[in-house]
């Protein structure tokens, strides 16, 4: 057993999977850094990843194109998200409330939506997945090739693409200096001139872009179909990741691959027939990510305006 378990092929296969579980996570925190540096604590999240990824099955079933998914998530996650801001930014409602209400709705929708649009059946609906791109060359390196260089396309974008993206549009533009001074001090820069709720709007927005290519990669990438509640928890792992990260991509990515990693490895446990209890094993991502957050949570300086609707 032991044996198994450190062998190798159980290493190398444990990380590689880590990184495909954690980029949907990954992208979900993307989105909700964007947010809550605005000042937007987008509880929502959960809800954003769900629509993502029924619409990005959907769009992928009948459009005979997983790109076509991946913008049909994008768009409808975009959409619900904008909803959370009418509710926290323009009726200024409470935001933790409103989030989890939105995230009930989208169960409910979700799983409405799918019996309706495509029945019941025996066998449920499936596309083929997003496959596996290797990168020549680099997809031969020893240890670190099978790790990084051997996954999908959307990885590649996530890991490499967007998270320096996002690092460098939040801290070398002028766009995200005006939305972090949203986030901080929203009286402030309204006074010279930046629009706190035009802001606030566009940065939900883009959470709600993210959550649903997040959701999407879980549909596309992951299972190949949608199945009821298939984001378990992932959109509050992807808050967690945020406040781990301190609202930076770079750490919110590290605090994702510590999740990813944690969930391949009770994933292999379970096919290799350890003896404990399967829900131990279960809960082992969530637990190793309530442990991590303990060290870090009373170290972070939250945006001061986070969650504090604004009034002219």
Not at 2 to 24: K, N
């Amino acid at each position: 057993m032991w044996s198994d378990i450190l062998s190798y092929t159980f290493l190398i296969g444990v990380l590689a999977a880590g990184i495909r579980l954690a980029t949907p996570v990954l992208l979900a925190a993307l989105g909700e850094i964007f947010a809550e540096r605005a000042g937007v604590l987008k509880i929502s999240i959960e809800g954003e990843m769900l629509i993502g990824a029924l619409a990005g099955f959907l769009g992928a079933f009948y459009g005979k194109s997983l790109w076509t998914g991946a913008f049909c998530a994008m768009g409808a996650a975009a959409i619900y998200g904008f909803i959370a801001g009418v509710f926290s930014i323009t009726f200024k409602l409470d935001q933790v409330i409103t989030g989890i209400t939105l995230n009930i709705l989208a169960l409910g929708l979700t799983s409405f939506f799918y019996r309706f649009i495509l029945g019941k059946s025996f066998i449920p609906p499936s596309i083929t997945p997003l496959g596996v791109l290797k990168i020549p060359a680099f997809s031969q390196i020893p240890v670190l090739g099978p790790i990084l260089f051997q996954q999908n396309i959307l990885v590649y974008l996530t890991f490499f693409g967007l998270v320096p993206l996002s690092t460098l549009i939040l801290f070398k533009t002028t766009f995200g200096l005006n939305l972090r001074a949203v986030g901080e001090y929203p009286l402030a820069a309204d006074t010279v001139g930046i629009h706190v709720y035009a802001t606030r709007y566009v940065c939900v927005i883009i959470g709600g872009l993210f959550s649903g290519l997040g959701g999407a990669f879980m549909t596309l990438a992951q299972l190949n179909m949608f199945t009821e509640n298939l984001t378990a928890g992932r959109g509050f792992i992807a808050i967690a990741a945020v406040i781990f990260g301190r609202w930076h991509p770079a750490g919110a990515m590290i605090a994702t691959l510590l999740f990813g990693v944690a969930d391949a490895l009770q994933l292999r446990l379970q096919g290799l027939g350890v003896n404990v209890p399967y829900q131990f094993l279960l809960m082992l991502p969530y637990i190793l990510t309530i442990l991590a957050l303990v060290g870090v949570v009373k170290r972070t300086n939250a945006p001061a305006a986070l969650a504090v609707p604004y009034e002219k």
